[in-house]
């Protein structure tokens, strides 16, 4: 069974999904398997700032805000 990242509920990228201005393979190959190669969450639990346009990887999408 998928785990959702625990920062889920609380993350950007949940919105813009629910927005519909990210691509679905964002939150299934990162949010919703837990996956510990998330760039934002690896910023979260180190306590350092990260812009809400950041994607998993790292790379910034302009267009999401
Ligand atoms: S983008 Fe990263 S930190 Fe945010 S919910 Fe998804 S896996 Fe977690």
Do not use: S
Not at 14 to 37: A, F, H, M, S, T
Request: proline share 5%.
């Amino acid at each position: 069974m998928n785990k959702n990242c625990r920062w889920y509920d609380a993350c950007p990228l949940k919105r813009y999904y629910q927005q519909g201005k990210l691509d679905k393979k964002w939150v299934e190959e990162y949010c919703w398997v837990d996956n510990p190669d998330c760039v934002r969450k690896k910023l979260e639990e180190k306590g350092i700032y990260h812009a809400d346009n950041m994607l998993p990887d790292g790379t910034f999408d302009e267009r999401l805000k």
